[in-house]
């Protein structure tokens, strides 16, 4: 871990996701809490992250091109940038009074295909920093950041809110995003791009059109997972960890006001023992995956998350839920390092923005459904039905992840495949 840690590039890689994915959870708990106010009903919640999703999907197919071709660093600050400007134009309207539902739908439309633009983008970035022999201790100190960061600001939003309201929370994350900026801007110098294997030849690249070059490298991200199913598997898992777990602020907000009766507070109180569970996770990740290995410590965490969110709407005090909210942080803490680790091993720098954008279109696909799926059933049936549907999606994840090969297995078959 103190060797990441001397790296000068990576330092400010860490800063910056800390930074900016604290204002962003503030943005998004914020956001959130004042839809569900201002609406009175789970099901606005699920239209907000469907709409959060749509454009996505629609760039998800090329943008990993873009990834893969472009220099990464610069992708991401032109996207904080960018984001930065949208988030504070809203800013403004809430601070004068004048913002409305409709208004942060936009907002969140946009700053929404921005993060699922950087995130792949910023997991190739480390991948190419990180030496081969680190890539557990990088992604632990990258998952535990983000993911406290944006869980433990979703826990200050329920102390503050009250105080600053939507418009001190989106100034905020507009400012967080300017300190990621700068941070990247001194990660490195010039422009970097991968290299790749030399496979054609100079006459037949020279030949191509723009078009045929993208189609081109468009199908070779889809030929190297045909040809890897154990990867495949580990995309159908991480699919379903990522829409369940985007889809649990769903049910989260409504479980503090419906269930405890505890307000903005009580949001708070459950974010921060997600944010806090997290954070924990890097004290044991690295040491997990060391003893058990990537596949057990997914399957693992996906059987934890899965009885987690069964549980949690049955809690008889807050305390307890943010018990199991802590419990349920610590085991997506660990999945997302093993996941992303066992990912960087498998797959070369060069298609990592394919990879990772292919694996994100289906999770994201199966947020939407999920997202409108339990909205209506949390509507009409109770708030447990809307939890039991997000531990179903952590169940299947589990399933996956038992049935993926060990790594060593993986590799085999996979060579004999490429063959």
Same mark, same amino acid.
């Given at each position: ?25 503030? /943005? ?33 197919? &090329? ?14 600050? !032109? ?36 993060? @699922? ?9 480390? $991948? ?10 990088? /992604? ?6 983000? $993911?406290?960061? !944006? ?11 009250? +105080? ?19 941070? *990247?801007? @001194? ?50 898992? !991480? ?9 649990? +602020? ?7 006001? $419906?269930?405890? +009766?505890?307000?903005?507070?009580? *949001? ?82 060069? &298609? ?14 199966? $947020? ?10 949390? +509507? ?13 999606? *952590? ?7 038992? @049935? ?16």
């Amino acid at each position: 871990m103190r060797a990441i840690l001397r790296k000068r590039s990576l330092q400010f890689v860490f800063a910056a996701n800390v930074i900016s994915m604290f204002g962003s959870g503030m /943005n998004a708990a914020a956001v959130a809490w004042f839809v569900l106010k201002a609406t009175g009903s789970p099901m606005a919640l699920g239209t907000l992250t469907v709409l959060n999703s749509l454009p996505a999907m629609l760039l998800m197919p &090329f943008s990993g091109v873009l990834i893969d071709r472009e220099d990464r660093r610069r992708l991401v600050m !032109w996207l904080d940038a960018l984001r930065a400007l949208v988030i504070l134009a809203v800013a403004m309207l809430a601070l004068l009074g004048h913002v409305r539902v409709w208004q942060l739908y936009v907002m969140n439309m946009l700053v929404a295909t921005g993060f @699922w633009m950087f995130w792949p983008t910023v997991t190739a970035l480390i $991948q190419e920093l990180t030496p081969d022999s680190e890539y557990v201790q990088s /992604n632990t100190l990258l998952l535990v950041g983000v $993911q406290g960061g !944006w869980m433990i600001a979703g826990s200050v939003v329920g102390f503050v809110y009250e +105080h600053i309201g939507i418009g001190g929370v989106l100034l905020i994350d507009a400012l967080t995003y300017g300190v990621s900026f700068l941070c *990247y801007f @001194w990660v490195r110098r010039g422009r970097h791009v991968v290299p790749r294997p030399a496979e054609l030849r100079a006459d037949i690249l020279a030949a191509e059109t723009a078009l045929a070059r993208f189609a081109r490298e468009l199908r070779e991200g889809f030929d190297f997972l045909r040809t890897r199913p154990a990867l495949r598997l580990l995309g159908a898992s !991480w699919a379903l960890f990522l829409g369940a777990m985007l889809t649990s +602020h769903v049910v989260t907000a409504p479980l503090s006001d $419906q269930v405890f +009766h505890a307000g903005a507070r009580g *949001y708070g109180w459950l974010n921060a023992g997600w944010g806090v569970g997290a954070f924990i996770s890097g004290l044991f990740a690295a040491a997990m995956l060391r003893r058990s290995g990537s596949r057990r410590s997914v399957a693992m965490s996906m059987f934890v998350l899965s009885i987690g969110a069964l549980a949690a709407p049955f809690s008889p005090v807050l305390a307890a839920a943010v018990l199991i909210y802590g419990v349920m942080g610590a085991a997506r803490g660990l999945s997302g390092v093993a996941m992303n680790t066992q990912m960087m091993e498998s797959v070369p720098s060069h &298609f990592m923005g394919r990879v990772q954008n292919s694996f994100n279109f289906v999770g994201t696909a199966l $947020q939407i459904v999920l997202s409108l799926a339990t909205g209506i059933v949390a +509507h009409r049936f109770g708030l447990r039905y809307g939890f039991g549907l997000i531990a179903l999606a *952590y169940a299947l994840a589990f399933v996956f992840a038992a @049935w993926m090969p060990s790594t060593a297995a993986a590799a085999t078959a996979e060579v004999g495949a490429a063959n």
